[in-house]
């Protein structure tokens, strides 16, 4: 069992930046791939970007990328999204999410088997 928190949330203006932290409890969480995901106001929860549990390997979403990164630190077991040139349609609640399987990173939610509760991020225009 892996329980997930989120943090680092807020507003922001346009341009700026912000960098979330997930904190998972759970002796095998440096053996899961570890993803992040967002839900807009009226709309479906999307992927944002996941990480292999090595480091190996990363996958982002097109919208993000080259503006987000996401990194990990086993030894904490917290994974970060660095969030920059965030933009008014980045406005979502985020969330954190754990695969359990050792397979590589995948942008679908169902692929995922453990959720934290979210953190509002807001980018004002």
């Known amino acids: 069992q892996v329980q997930l928190e989120e943090s680092g949330g807020g507003l922001v203006q346009a341009g700026g930046s912000l960098r979330l932290a997930c904190a998972a409890s759970?002796?095998?969480?440096?053996?899961?791939?570890m993803g992040w995901f967002r839900q807009a106001p009226g709309k479906e929860r999307e992927f944002v970007a996941a990480?292999?549990?090595?480091?190996?390997?990363?996958y982002y979403a097109d919208s993000v990328k080259g503006r987000f990164t996401i990194s990990r630190d086993n030894a904490k077991n917290t994974v970060y999204l660095q969030m920059n040139s965030l933009k008014p349609e980045d406005t979502a609640v985020y969330y954190c999410?754990?695969?359990?399987?050792?397979?590589?990173?995948?942008?679908?939610?169902?692929?995922?088997?453990?959720w934290g509760r979210g953190t509002q991020v807001t980018v004002s225009s």
């Open positions: 990480m292999r549990w090595s480091g190996s390997s990363t």
């Open positions: 999410a754990a695969d359990r399987t050792d397979l590589p990173p995948r942008r679908w939610s169902w692929a995922y088997d453990y």
């Open positions: 759970g002796r095998t969480f440096s053996t899961y791939t």
